[in-house]
């Protein structure tokens, strides 16, 4: 709910990191749960990572746990995905969405701007 802005992406070579920032204008941004999604051309969305806004649980996607972390500020309603020890194959465009619940499968109708992340090897 509300709109939602991605920034942070950028060019790494492999091994190297990134912090994606996912920034909310709604006050009770807090209160939902926040999914990462990314797309590569030709394929569907596939789920990253969430953060719960019911009690701040995470999940993430077995190709990423380990490397990645997602947090939330809430003072600055904003939801963060740390991405470390970064691979060619992480390579996308990264889309945060706000929901009721943690969800996993990409059925929304609106993904906003993403951004872009390009690791090379």
């Known amino acids: 709910q509300g709109q939602l802005v991605e920034s942070g992406g950028g060019l790494v070579q492999a091994g190297g990191s990134l912090r994606l920032s996912c920034a909310a204008s709604?006050?009770?941004?807090?209160?939902?749960?926040v999914m990462w999604f990314r797309q590569n051309p030709g394929k569907e969305h596939e789920f990253v990572a969430a953060?719960?806004?019911?009690?701040?649980?995470?999940y993430y996607a077995d190709s990423v746990k380990g490397r990645f972390t997602v947090s939330r500020d809430s003072a600055k309603n904003t939801v963060y995905l740390q991405m470390n020890s970064l691979k060619p194959v992480d390579t996308a465009v990264y889309y945060c969405?706000?929901?009721?619940?943690?969800?996993?499968?990409?059925?929304?109708?609106?993904w906003g701007q993403g951004t872009q992340v390009t690791v090379s090897s």
């Open positions: 969405v706000a929901d009721h619940k943690v969800v996993v499968r990409p059925e929304y109708d609106y």
């Open positions: 709604d006050r009770t941004f807090g209160s939902y749960a």
């Open positions: 953060i719960s806004g019911s009690d701040g649980s995470t």
